[in-house]
């Protein structure tokens, strides 16, 4: 699947970056249905995800494969996204979502998993 990396600048129909399909992901787990149908995904693909616990064994990664799906679409909108998360009454992502504020890390410097090197003495 073709997803944006990360430092490409954003506009409406950027792919949502790996970044931002985890963070989403975890920030949608109880809504991803409703988002899907709002998306218009195909009921038994969104069927197969819901029932499939071996590739998506967790909410969450379910959610990322609605997500996923969702932008993959060939129309794929983030303004359209950002409606169907108003929709689904999760209005705080919206900004997020168009802005692509979700593909920098937290403070913008770097990954909060880069280890700092040790200084000897």
């Known amino acids: 699947i073709d997803t944006a990396k990360d ?22 787990v109880g809504k991803y249905e409703v988002i899907a149908g709002l998306a218009n995904l195909g009921k038994g693909e969104v069927e197969n995800v819901y029932r499939d616990h071996i590739n998506y064994p967790e909410p969450k990664d379910k959610a990322n494969q609605i997500l996923t799906m969702i932008s993959a679409q060939t129309n794929f909108s983030r303004k359209e996204l950002g409606d169907y998360l108003k929709e689904a009454e999760l209005r705080d992502l919206v900004d997020d979502v168009v802005q692509g504020t979700l593909r920098r890390c937290p403070d913008d410097t770097g990954s909060p998993n880069e280890t700092i090197p040790k200084v000897r003495r």
């Open 7 to 28: 430092e490409e600048p954003v506009n409406d129909t950027t792919k949502l970056s790996h970044r931002e399909l985890t963070r989403l992901s975890l920030k949608i």
